[in-house]
């Protein structure tokens, strides 16, 4: 990862900011080949889309998403368009940036932000919604994501929101048709009840709360993972923790495993009919020394609460000069959730690029 | 990063297995003019070298570490050894490799080690020792952190335990100078009391325990971080999650971050001496938006248990046949605790290239 | 250099095929606070536009450049537009791309060109105009160099065509002012004569020829280069090379210095005014071990003719079916006349990521 | 291709000084299962090894390779050493290295060479034998050359020197079994009696001289390559350009093709026996739009003459004090004889490296 491209042999370029005239990707080294149309892009889109609950913020942007290169259609294809191996260039334009004042944001540095961080890095910064910093970037990601998926079609990839601010999902009620259910993408659906009189109370306070996400990929081959320094999952742990707000990643059982004994924590295996072992357990999260082991990866990732709130908070302006700050504006009073979709883009961007690695090194995948 | 090298402008590749004729590393990119003589990188070495108690593994390796190029010394230097802008390879040759009787680990996949995704991955792994899965790899990262200290010389990296199996230390006790008096690289003299019982009742039992540790970057200034995928904390997040056993990452307050409210996440700032913001608090852990903020940069990560014990579990074998199985030889039963030297080293380099990189694009430091 | 990438600290993503919907690139690491307008941009790309001459494609493409992310301006930039750091998309849409019948192209492999290699690769194809290998994907390097040279505003970057076919100029007439002055870019006014005669029996016969270009770039300090496999003359010879249709790349004497003795070729130096030595001779061409030596760095490289021409050559069509071919369209008799402001472009490129290197590993240029 | 790693799936880093304790490389991303001994290697680094005529230097380097990790053997592998997809570093011990009095060098700046420039760059400089700039370096890619030669074995790569000082040979008497027969790895043997003759002379002059080398890839399949900035011409032209003392590069017809008309460089096409076309001609050099055409791949070099002389020239010293220059010590009269082993090996790394990217993003060769 660098700069604004992850990945090496599938990689993705993100661009734009917050308010500007447009952002999008470049996704480069796609194979050829795979039906792709704008529709199964923006369907993913829709789904990360602000504006859609009262959880999320109000700003209205349709995020119509579209192909400026990379693909190809004619009647040999029979009319479905095809990637053609060049890079597939995704465009969303902007158009809900309202145009208001930004003076206050402009001078000032508001706590939890990245405004004085970007500052002190670039001396100069795009402050309207938050310019580069905003997490308006991730739509790019989640169009990336989308054409990831097609790279890898036998692999099935979720998340889920499992825990607001102290509340965790009682994991024994999760059903993955309820994600899709309510607005918290919650798979536990008397936790999404509770979640939803919290976080309006939440709301209603101009205050904000953390969220903890898991990210399930199931159908993952034994053998993804470049060993030493491209092991599965760090570069899952870097793709995570690229996402803004996030502070923690954890893989199988995580920061849970430290408090395990070795008998606990290792996965025993059995004769499995495919000629590969069966897993007992998966404390590992299908992950052994960088490389997947066949069972399905998870991963779990903590989001703090979206630094945008009501109550006044102390600070300095540019000058250095203290000041009392409140963050008006339309905001994610959880910005967890709209992380759920990102998450799950993120994963399918690796994994896409390992398929593509594992295929260059090693032959076929397993 | 990407397979055996990681870092963009200062670049570490390591190479070597557990039981190979030797292991090592190329360091790229390290700028000319710095001091640097074996003894140097022997010093950390030291630190992580086995056997050095009861505690860790009890082979005997000397671990003496050879400069094969990028150095220079003359009457001009003044006697000193500079390096050269040119690659540092650095050497450590294996001197107790035990050619004992490999049979069993050769046929068998342990659970919770990388036998069978290397078999899956590669169709063949030098099993001895654990080959390049073995934590002896991370040899060559101490060698390199030890030459990425030279590049940051204003900056002081820490690292120490701070959590073995379920025993947390009270933050209170905090002494980084306790570190360097117990075998366990422990702030905390009274619960190093307590790991030495507690470990040695684990080691006696043939089990073994994970551990948190923490890293501490001080005097780092603001502005080094490349967004949105070249993030300081996400690849502090891969470097970190690259180490042997390490299951979980976090930045700052971490998956605690998710339980709290907006007010009490936010880290207020007040004008400081030096015209750039006095943070009140340091809840992100040094970084806002990927990028440094002048405050300590805090990682902690967790430590799975060393998978190899002597209880007998369940496995299979190469050919799927099933088999019970217990891992004999020299390990460490807390293999979290030489991994405190290595974060630091993994730090170090992280921090080295974000300074060569900030420096690239943006000009001198703040 | 790898895939649709090149750069290191300022890298360059460029998209797009002839008859897409757009193209263009993102340049991503290029240093913040550099005032960056689109017709900055636009005046470089008004000079490679086809359509200026009867010795161009009669294609009319206005080549218009939109910004669409990286830059910022408000009132505290005094309304200038200055560049964030953040990554720049730059995109040119498409607008006269003749939807026409393809049918020949579509099944046919026109000698010369790409149409059977990248069928080979990808199994599919995007034929309109050569898809994504038509020489239309140098805008999007034009614009980028545009962009570069913000970076370098100490270096003068020009090139010139200095052979057409078997006619190579009289270095004695070279004047950098014809340049701008006759339809070749040509430097001997003489020799330009004696192209428009030469060209337009070569068009009117339906044929086409190569050329010659010289690149030149004064003010480029010392210590430019990275050794062994980031050389300046590595990098340029790459960023020349991957120049549609060209064959040939070389540096100061280039193929010349193979016939020299060692006294003759030896640039012997004097002492110079500014402490650093003054070169009697320029064999170098600006480049000795790989890193730039003060003297104008001096690349010329070789364009092959057009492949598209009127005369029948022998071919087969996708189903091995042998064919007759002629290429019609609308072409450049001499390709390598607009391949000179591309040149400048990727040595603009070149240096401004050699520059931001240096700066990263040994502080300030000298 | 940055700093001291070349190769995208298939990497190469170097590592070594010419006086320096040993120099080396690690091959990283080779496939597993390939058989590599040592003497594999050591049949490739003999052909490069200096002192075996006295057309070379007098230098006497056994150039004895260590492989220190990467391969395995046990009894499964039926004894033979198999590669591991680990990486393999290799090792040349310096053993000749004279450590005479090297005041000269140490405070004069050698025409032609990088003495000036090295200083320029970084300050500091190892001027014993050239240091890091030595052409010992390529010993280094010598030996990742036999790697990767392992990784392409349908392909046979061969080089040969056509040209030396102003004497080309006669293509017409090309013998591939000539080069191994004479000193000069020359494929005619007229010229091959010529050049001794000539280059004697040469040498007892104390003079040096250029050369031209070529080398041919047979048995390339088609679709290697990755547009646009991965090209395999672009790769190629770096990898060459990297080389010591070049100064040009040509794919194919290269320099000549500026100076035909369309109508002759159109490699027409018949139907060819296994379905794929049978190309008339290849004035192309076997690629097309950067994507290899199945055609034999021909590139061309040109070396420049050695700058190590005996008549003096005119320099500085570091102090800026003007004066006169003799270059002494052992030196090869034409270094481009022992440029030939190095070409075949960059050819085998970038050709192993595009055949690992292009089964990676689009499944197996054709």
């Known amino acids: 990862m660098s700069h604004n491209t992850f990945g090496h042999l599938f990689r993705v370029t993100t661009f734009?900011?917050?308010h500007g005239v447009a952002?999008?990707?470049?996704?480069?080294?796609c194979p050829p080949g795979l039906a792709l149309e704008a529709e199964d892009i923006q369907a993913e889109l829709d789904r990360r889309k602000p504006g859609q609950s009262r959880f999320t913020t109000q700003r209205r942007e349709p995020d119509q998403v579209k192909i400026l290169s990379g693909v190809f259609s004619d009647d040999r294809t029979g009319g479905r368009q095809l990637t053609t191996g060049t890079p597939i260039a995704l465009m969303i334009e902007n158009t809900d940036q309202r145009s208001k004042d930004y003076s206050e944001i402009?001078?000032?540095y508001r706590p939890g932000h990245a405004d004085f961080t970007y500052d002190a890095k670039y001396g100069i910064r795009d402050y309207r919604g938050g310019g580069r910093s905003s997490a308006r970037e991730t739509a790019a990601r989640v169009a990336a994501g989308a054409v990831?998926?097609?790279?890898?079609?036998?692999?099935?990839?979720?998340?889920?929101?499992?825990?607001?601010?102290?509340?965790?999902i009682d994991r024994a009620n999760w059903d993955w048709?309820?994600?899709?259910?309510n607005p918290f993408f919650c798979p536990d659906a008397k936790a999404a009840a509770l979640y939803e009189t919290y976080l309006d109370a939440i709301r209603k306070d101009g205050s904000s709360v953390g969220a903890v996400i898991e990210v399930v990929a199931e159908g993952v081959p034994p053998g993804l993972g470049?060993?030493?320094y491209?092991?599965?999952?760090?570069?899952?742990a870097?793709?995570?923790?690229s996402i803004n707000a996030v502070k923690g990643v954890e893989i199988g059982d995580g920061f849970a495993a430290a408090a395990l004994r070795g008998e606990d924590n290792a996965d025993e295996m059995r004769a499995g009919n495919d000629g590969r072992p069966r897993f007992l357990a998966n404390h590992a999260g299908g992950i052994l020394g960088g490389i997947s082991s066949g069972e399905p990866v998870v991963v779990r990732f903590a989001v703090k609460p979206t630094s945008s709130i009501l109550t006044p908070r102390q600070s300095v302006n540019r000058d250095g000069a203290e000041i009392d700050l409140i963050t008006k504006g339309r905001h994610d009073p959880c910005v967890g959730i709209r992380a759920v979709p990102v998450a799950e883009a993120m994963m399918a961007c690796v994994l896409a690029d390992h398929t593509l690695r594992h295929r260059g090194q090693n032959g076929e995948r397993p």
Do not use: F, N, W
């Not at 079609?153 to 601010?165: H, Y």
């Open 16 to 18: 734009g900011e917050s």
């Open 23 to 29: 952002l999008g990707c470049v996704v480069d080294g």
């Open 106 to 108: 402009r001078d000032s």
């Open 148 to 168: 990831a998926r097609k790279v890898i079609p036998g692999i099935t990839i979720r998340a889920a929101l499992v825990q607001m601010g102290p509340h965790a």
């Open 177 to 181: 048709e309820q994600v899709g259910q």
């Open 226 to 228: 470049a060993p030493i």
């Open 230 to 236: 491209g092991k599965l999952d760090a570069d899952l």
């Open 238 to 241: 870097a793709a995570m923790m």
